[in-house]
């Protein structure tokens, strides 16, 4: 018997963001690219960063090396859903810059620790996306490590990161 779940997608223009989840045909497991390291649990693929999750809420979809780009033209690096805190390791660019939409219908808080940018917090209202946006001068590719946590009791955000350099462009510096 096939069972039905309902999930929230990454949809960023603010329309419906409820769509059905046919579970029996979803797939699990871990994929790393670009000599990165994936998490080990289940719940959870990626392939453009490891990921830490205290509870294996972060789901990545595959989107390095994609043509699509943020308003000010940097490259989107990865993509996915937190419900819950969680660590991102990746080879990015000088720029990295966090889209996030809050998919639940409570507002929520949102803190990234960045080893190279600092600690950014925001409050995000339902249904709204907000900027997080981390620099640091050097050559490309650089290590960036994003620590993700909120406060929140209700959390479930749909998120977007963007780069000035991507796996695929060419090493600067």
Sequence with gaps: ??????????????????????SSSSSTGTSSA????????????NSNASTDNTDGSAQNSESGGTD?????????LDS?????SAT????????????VKNVNVLGTTLSINSNLGGNK????LPQ??????????GSEPMGWNF????DSDAFIVAWQLFSSWIPGDPANG
């Design 1 to 22: 018997m096939k069972q039905i779940q309902k999930f929230y997608s990454a949809n960023f223009d603010n329309s419906g963001i409820d769509e059905d989840f046919d």
């Design 88 to 99: 991102l390791n990746y080879q990015g660019g000088q720029v990295m810059h966090f889209q």
């Design 34 to 45: 670009n000599g990165a390291a994936s998490s080990s649990d289940d719940s959870s693929t």
């Design 147 to 150: 620590d993700v946590s909120t």
């Design 128 to 137: 709204q996306t907000g900027d997080i946006r981390f620099d640091c001068f």
């Design 121 to 124: 917090s925001q409050i995000i």
């Design 80 to 84: 996915g859903t937190w419900n819950n």
């Design 68 to 76: 699509n780009t943020d308003s000010e033209g940097f490259k989107l």
